[in-house]
């Protein structure tokens, strides 16, 4: 219901993996739903992305490297691997972290 162009920033924080292959198609990060957020995001708008599953990051990487409408925001790993400060932290990203030991993975998304 939202106006096409009419958001500056979307974030996904650490959605279910979906870990088995033959779920990945119910992954929140597909094709359908990446379509629909560059659809809201103004150009130069950001899509943000979180996650501490390592095959959800192979997975994230193959489906946004396949879009010509973003431009991943990396210079270095760190710009990956530490939290940007106006970064919101999930309870299940501290959990990962925290409990769990996991890293976690931060990728900004320039929409063009």
Request: proline fraction near 8%.
């Amino acid at each position: 219901r939202l106006p096409d162009a009419s958001l500056t920033r979307v974030y996904l924080l650490h959605p279910d993996p979906w870990p088995k292959a033959r779920h990945a198609k119910r992954r929140f990060m597909n094709k359908g739903p990446v379509d629909l957020i560059a659809a809201k995001l103004k150009p130069g708008g950001e899509f943000r992305f979180g996650t501490d599953h390592p095959v959800y990051v192979r997975h994230a990487m193959m489906i946004m490297s396949a879009r010509t409408d973003f431009v991943w925001q990396v210079t270095r790993s760190a710009d990956f691997l530490n939290r940007p400060a106006d970064w919101p932290e999930t309870r299940y990203e501290r959990k990962a972290r925290t409990v769990y030991g996991h890293e976690v993975w931060y990728f900004r998304y320039l929409r063009v």
